[in-house]
């Protein structure tokens, strides 16, 4: 029963882990807006995705539970992000523009908050089918 839930929430797992690290890079995006040469940087997220579900199929599942499991948790983010190009270039090399950031980061808490909504319907769901209502 563990690996068809796991299997169930799989995609939905990934997909809050890279709108979590996409409000993580526009953060810090933010914060450097003064830094010198800082290059500001995004998240791919259909590359994620990609990546994530290449990742979660190839992971092994132990039939016994005396196996050790090989299946590697950790996502990776690396070949998902991306960097900015800005639309006016700076004197100082910085690429990050804080009226772009501000409004990037307004969209990236709406689609992780729409994620967890989502996710809590399906758990919700799960839940109502363990207790045949």
């Known amino acids: ?13 990934s997909a809050l882990q890279a709108k979590n690290k996409r409000l993580e890079l526009i953060s810090e995006n933010i914060a450097n807006t003064s830094t010198p040469g800082f290059q500001a940087r995004d998240l791919d997220f259909g590359e994620f995705i990609e990546s994530a579900q290449n990742q979660n199929s190839e992971r092994s599942t132990t039939t016994h ?5 090989l299946g590697n948790d950790d996502l990776t983010f690396e070949k998902s992000i991306t960097f900015h190009q800005p639309l006016t270039t700076s004197i100082d090399g910085n690429t990050v523009e804080m009226s772009v950031e501000q409004a990037q980061f307004g969209k990236a808490s709406t689609d992780y908050q729409a994620t967890l909504q989502f ?15």
């Open 119 to 133: 996710l809590e319907g399906r758990i919700s769901g799960v839940k109502k089918a363990l207790r045949a209502d």
């Open 1 to 13: 029963m563990n690996g068809i839930l796991d299997n169930y929430f799989a995609l939905d797992s």
């Open 65 to 69: 539970p005396d196996h050790i499991d």
